[in-house]
């Protein structure tokens, strides 16, 4: 057996346990500290380590990410090699991340290359005797099979993934250590400085993060720091609520610009804590950076949870949906089937009635049986439209079956003529302050931004704002959540994916348009308000033929 190790049940020997911790401290709290790259800066570390324990107290463990060891690092390495110098705690490495450094590490699997000093090994997980669960990556993202020795690939990343997911009731881990960063890891988030977080960063390990879910990520190498908020580690509405992850990038070890390279805590083991306690949210938590959009959202085990999962486990029961037939149960015999309720008559003048002399009839573009398509007055495009109820209908809400199925039909019609304009568009509705139905419908050109790009505008957007934006299931509709009157805002994309939002209080009328006229999405910011956008009758009519010349392609209300 190797120096300094002893035997893993998960796979490969792990480091000796720090002396400081022992079975009659397991529930006490951990303090660690966490250092990112440290470029063979050895004494800069333990001097600044040293001085932290004179002042805060013993830390138990140093977690070490990014690249140990310098170009430089061969003669101050040799004085804690031979023991002249010794590391102040019980400090753990990840291995190397480019070829020169692979020669510090003798054993691909982990060792003790000095005393108080152990590299980790390539993968695994490491358990302190306080209970705290550790799991480890080392190196960089590689392609290649097989894989140079300072790196991993995907077969190391579901290697890992695997033994851990294998336990029973596995909730998630503590702390992951990794050295790059995840990609991705800035989206829905704060601003990651000058790293581009779409671009930079591990695919792979942003896949290892989303399944694993640690409490805490730590990684390095951009010679930055950054922390992240807080995200989610489960879907609102759709899972049961888990435990957040805070990920915190480190930068390297005595750098001139004095960005953080050490960060102190201290958790409690989650296997020891009250569950309550610990899927607390705070007010600041965003969406998962990770998941992906529309039917991609999860994949294998996630995903066919969310296909198998019945509606009404979460929702209203769907068989009991007001306006569809359904067989009868044993409680309710004799009760016959709804019958299609009647549009309420609007207690005033209306702008949107299509019977009401207020309609301004030159901007409608196709007229249905129950709905009627129509261009949005100082719209944020020439092609922005509104699909409207021809009967007074307050909200989606409300309506019938029969309005809900042609409301449908308008959407699938406008989806394709957009698409073969080469845009997806966006719809929303702001049930407040509103008397008539107006379900908006506002194209984006594809080369403008993705759907994730509008997604995450929304939520970043409405964090800023206070506003609890939650992801529905694709699988529901606004009348399983909403109930009759009741005021809310709804956004949904071309993937299929929803955005609700129940009004509790005020909302900003125009948070819709603000949104997708933002710099991220448009960029025209000084379109937000309708009312800032005024075009003359003659324009308006102008546009309104060109659409329906356009449209007629789609326009089932035509063909009927």
Known sequence: MKRGAVPNVLGGPLPIRPHSQSASVSISLPQQLACGDVEGKFDVLFNRVRAIQKKS???????????????????????????????????????????????????VDGCELTENITYLGRKGVFTGASGLQIAYLSGTESLAEPAPPYSFTSKDVCSLKATLQS????????????????????????????????????????????DLKPRYHFAALEKTHYERLPYRNHIVLQETAQHVT??????????????????????????????????????????????????????????????????CQFFFDLSKKQGKKRQSTGGDKGVSPKQPRKPPQPLGPCWFCLASPEVEKHLVVSIGTHCYLALAKGGLCDDHVLILPIGHYQSVVDLSKEVVEEVEKYKCAVRQLFKSKGKRCVLFERNYKSHHLQLQVVPIPLGCCTTDDIKEAFIVQAQE??????????????????????????????TGEKLFHRIKKNFPLHFGREVLASEAILNIPDM????????????????????????????????D
Not at 95 to 102: K, L, P, R, T, W
Not at 260 to 281: G, R
């Open 57 to 107: 107290g013993n830390f138990d463990l140093l977690l070490c990410v990014g690249d140990f060891f310098g170009s430089t690092s061969s003669t101050e390495w040799e004085e804690y090699k031979t023991g002249v110098k010794k590391a102040p705690i019980q400090t753990y490495v990840l291995g190397a991340n480019d070829q020169e450094a692979v020669k510090y590490f003798p054993d």
């Open 465 to 494: 704002q206070q506003i609890e934006l939650l992801e529905i299931p694709e699988h529901s509709d606004i009348q399983q959540i909403a109930q009759p009157g009741a005021p809310y805002f709804y956004v949904e994309l071309d």
């Open 167 to 210: 336990t029973s009731h596995f909730k998630g881990v503590d702390i992951l250590l990794t050295s790059p960063w995840p990609k991705g890891v800035g989206n829905f988030g704060n601003a990651s400085g000058d790293v581009d977080t779409k671009k930079s960063g591990s695919s792979l390990i942003s896949h290892l993060a989303l």
């Open 246 to 311: 805070r990920f915190i990038a480190l930068a390297n070890v005595g750098n001139p610009e004095k960005r953080k390279y050490l960060y102190a805590f201290s958790i409690l083991p989650l296997n020891l804590m009250d569950v309550a306690e610990l899927v607390k949210q705070p007010p600041d938590v965003t969406e998962n950076p990770y998941r992906k959009s529309g039917k991609e959202a999860l994949s294998g085990r996630q995903g066919l949870a969310l296909q198998e999962e019945p509606a």
């Open 528 to 559: 937000s308000d309708w009312r800032q956008c005024p075009r003359s009758r003659e324009e308006e009519e102008a546009l309104a033929r060109l659409f329906r010349k356009h449209f007629e392609p789609f326009d089932f209300a035509e063909e």
